[in-house]
C-alpha cells in the first residue's frame, strides 16, 4: 500500500509550506557502462505542511533523510518526483529568475557553519553577499542592513572585518544566522544547527532562534536528532525513519502520547535530570537497513518489538489516526 496522499498533516492555521509525495532518489552506477543498477531512496514518498510562524521539528536517526528533505524543498538537491509549494507557489516548477526570486523567501543554516563561510573572506562580505547578488540597496544600505543583523545575533560592528577561523563554533553559527536573515527570508531550514555546539552555547542559539522568530515572523524547519532540542523549539514534531515519515503531531501530544514503537524507542532514550528516577529504556535489535534495499511492508518491523505478520508484507498509511495526530503504524489501527 502507498502513503494516503488525499490530505497532508496540518492545522487550521494558514499553510505556507506544503510538501506533497516528496522522493529523492540518488542512482547507484555500475558495470563498464556505469548504468544505473539501484536507487539509493533517501527520501520516500513524504508529504507534511508546516504553518506560518510556526517551527515543525525533524527528527530521526543519522541517515533516515531528514537533510534531503530540507535540501530538496529548497532546490539545493533536485528531487526524484512530488511538489514543494510555498505559499500557494509551486517551487519545483520555478526557472531563472523566479527561481532566484524564490530564494529570498527560503533560507538555510547549515549544520557546518565553518564549511559554509568562504574564509578568504571577511564575515561581513559574508553576510552582504546574498545582498550584492539579488541587487538589493546601496553599498551604504548593505553595509547597514549587515551590522544590524550582527547585531541581531549578538556578534559587535568589529566582527565584520575578521575572517570564519577567528570565531568560535558558536560565534560562526550566529554568523550563518545572520546571512540567512540578511535578504528577510519568510521560511529558513535550520539544519542541526546546534549539533556540533558545546551543550551551554546550544541553549544561547536556540535563544537567538526563539526570539528571532518572534521578532521576525518566521517560519522554521528545525532539523535534529536530539529530542531535547527539538522540545524546546518546535510547535510541533515529525518523526523520520529511512526516508519515509513515521509519526507528525503536537509538541505536547507527542511526548505525552507517541503512537509509532519507533517514536516510543527514542522518547525512551531521553535521560530524565532526577538520578531518583528511571526510565524503562526501549533497546531496539539490530542495524537500520540500507536505504539501497529497504525491507518490504513497514520498514520498520525487522526492529520492532510489536511488529505483526502484517507489518512485513503491507506498508502502512501514513494517516490522522486522531485529530492532529498522524502516524504510520499498523498497531494504531
Known sequence: ??????????????????????????????????RVVANVKAVDDVSFSIQEGECLGLVG???????????????????????VSFDNVDVLKLRGREMKNMRRQMQIIFQDPYASLDPRMPIGESVMEGLKIHGIGTPKERYENMISMLRKVGLEDYHARRYPHEFSGGQRQRIGIARALTLFPRFIVCDEPVSALDVSIQSQVLNILKDLQKELGLTYLFIAHNLSVVEHISDRVAVMYLGKMAELTTREEIFRNPLHPYT??????????????????????????????????????PRCPMAMEQCATQEPVFKEAVPGHWVACWRVE
Do not use: W
Not at 23 to 33: E, T
Not at 71 to 82: D, F, K, N, V, Y
Not at 276 to 296: F, Q, T
Open 1 to 34: 500500500m502507498t502513503q494516503d496522499t488525499t490530505q497532508t498533516p496540518q492545522t487550521a492555521q494558514r499553510t505556507l509550506i506544503e510538501v506533497k509525495n516528496l522522493k529523492k532518489y540518488f542512482p547507484v552506477r555500475g558495470g563498464i557502462l556505469q
Open 61 to 83: 536517526e543519522s541517515g533516515c533523510g531528514k537533510t534531503t528533505v530540507g535540501r530538496t524543498m529548497l532546490r539545493l538537491i533536485e528531487p526524484t518526483s512530488g511538489t
Open 264 to 301: 516510543k524507542a527514542l522518547l525512551s532514550a531521553i535521560p530524565i535530570p532526577d538520578p531518583k528516577l528511571k526510565r524503562e529504556r526501549i533497546i531496539l535489535k539490530g542495524d537500520v537497513p540500507s536505504p539501497l534495499r529497504p525491507p518490504a511492508g513497514c520498514r520498520f518491523h
